[in-house]
């Protein structure tokens, strides 16, 4: 009887929303995502941090670099991702050392700007959120 009482006081569970199923484009990369999908990019990519959920749930078939689990990855990658995020003395060679050969970053980054000044990568798209980048083979 306990449980039917439950059942009764409990709100409708149908209505409440568990795993958000749309994002601001605003804040993360939706536009850049969608393009890198129409467009078929692949690659070894550095990702923002604060977008790893966001890839993983919206370009499925895309590894990500990092993302909030991060703790299962360990500690080193947590540390090479904060190298390049802070432009830190030796930043490429973690890219490299990792293989990467995409960036997907914020547009008001130092990342982005600096990689869009090197030869090396090309602006594949770019909005007032998201960078995506490609090193040249």
Do not use: C
Request: charged share 25%; glycine share 6%; aromatic share 14%.
């Amino acid at each position: 009887m306990a449980l039917l009482g439950f059942a009764v006081l409990t709100p409708d569970v149908r209505a409440q929303q568990y795993i958000a199923n749309e994002f601001d484009a605003r804040v993360f990369p939706v536009d850049a995502v969608k393009f890198a999908r129409a467009t078929h990019v692949s690659g070894r990519l550095y990702n923002d941090y604060r977008w790893g959920g966001y890839l993983t749930l919206f370009w499925p078939e895309q590894r990500v670099f990092i993302d909030g689990l991060a703790d299962f990855y360990g500690s080193r990658i947590f540390s090479d991702y904060l190298h390049v995020a802070g432009l830190k003395p030796g930043w490429r060679d973690v890219l490299n050392r990792w293989n990467i050969d995409l960036a997907l970053v914020p547009a008001d980054s130092g990342v982005s700007a600096e990689l869009a000044r090197d030869s090396a990568w090309h602006e594949l798209y770019r909005d007032d959120v998201a960078v995506l980048l490609q090193r040249q083979p």
